[in-house]
């Protein structure tokens, strides 16, 4: 069952940001769709460690409100197909960008084997109890030698105190050894760039000013800022940090026991 603070936090303000978004302009809505962990740093690295190119099939696992997406569909003319698993996230990102929504799971990914050419899943893997699961599927629809990128939110203690509701932190250690079990290389992997520069904080700002007006009182808005607020003070006190990956998905897709 999903914790309803998971769902205050990725359904309930996806469909506030689109209301938003309609309100102030479409100029708002990539900014304010990839809401703050997505930064066009961090997106354009992505972007060009999987080489990503006009026609590439990216499936973005865990989209969200399809901001990341819909950068990368403008920026580098791909095709992507967005992924989630939330009905108001997919709802929004329909609206807001009119690109293609599958409305499922990443642990079961209705869609061929070998389909893809590539796979975005930014900020969802510490949302997932059954990581293995999601990465094995994630492996079965991109065709061998695709790139998958990672925005992971990982722990540097694996004992560390109570997380925001819905969250499993992998250690850097639980993450290589997911990665590797599932049939990826891990090719290079870097902490997050800095902030997004003030033309996209801005606009992002706006939206969030209009959705606390009008939804400050909601018991959702609530749990979506203790979320927030949980994780601020995990970064602030270096408890966690955001990393970007790059992985690849072998040619053989040998497990390690089959090495072995």
Same mark, same amino acid.
């Given at each position: 069952m999903t914790a309803p603070a998971m769902v205050a936090e990725f359904d309930d303000v996806a469909a506030w940001t689109?209301? =938003?978004?309609?309100?102030?302009?479409?100029?708002h809505a990539i900014p304010a769709a990839c809401r703050g962990s997505a930064s066009p740093a961090a997106l354009a690295w992505l972007a060009e460690a999987c080489e990503l190119a006009p026609g590439t099939r990216l499936l973005d696992v865990g989209?969200?409100?399809g901001g990341p997406a819909a950068w990368a569909a403008r920026r580098f003319g791909v095709r992507p197909?967005?992924?989630?698993?939330?009905? =108001?996230?997919?709802?929004?990102?329909?609206r807001m960008f009119g690109l293609p929504v599958v409305l499922a799971s990443g642990t079961r990914i209705p869609l061929r084997a070998g389909s893809m050419d590539a796979a975005w899943c930014l900020g969802?893997?510490?949302?997932?109890?059954?990581?293995?699961?999601?990465l094995r599927e994630v492996h079965r629809v991109l065709r061998p030698g695709a790139s998958l990128g990672l925005l992971v939110v990982v722990a540097h203690d694996p004992r560390a105190p109570a997380v925001p509701d819905g969250n499993l932190f992998p250690t850097q250690?639980?993450?290589?050894?997911?990665?590797?079990?599932?049939?990826?290389d891990l090719v290079e992997q870097i902490d997050r760039p800095g902030d997004a520069p003030l033309s996209w904080s801005r606009r992002a700002?706006?939206?969030?000013?209009v959705v606390a007006t009008r939804h400050r009182a909601d018991r959702a808005y609530a749990l979506a800022a203790r979320q927030s607020e949980?994780?601020?003070?995990?970064?602030?006190?270096?408890?966690?940090?955001?990393?970007?990956?790059h992985a690849v998905r072998r040619w053989a =897709?040998?497990?390690?026991?089959e090495e072995t």
């Open positions: 689109a209301d =938003a978004v309609a309100q102030l302009g479409a100029e989209a969200g409100a197909v967005l992924l989630d698993p939330m009905p =108001a996230a997919c709802r929004a990102a329909a969802v893997l510490c949302t997932v109890a059954d990581k293995a699961g999601l250690a639980e993450l290589s050894d997911l990665l590797d079990e599932a049939g990826f700002a706006r939206v969030a000013e949980s994780f601020t003070r995990l970064f602030d006190s270096g408890q966690i940090s955001m990393q970007l990956i =897709a040998l497990t390690r026991a």
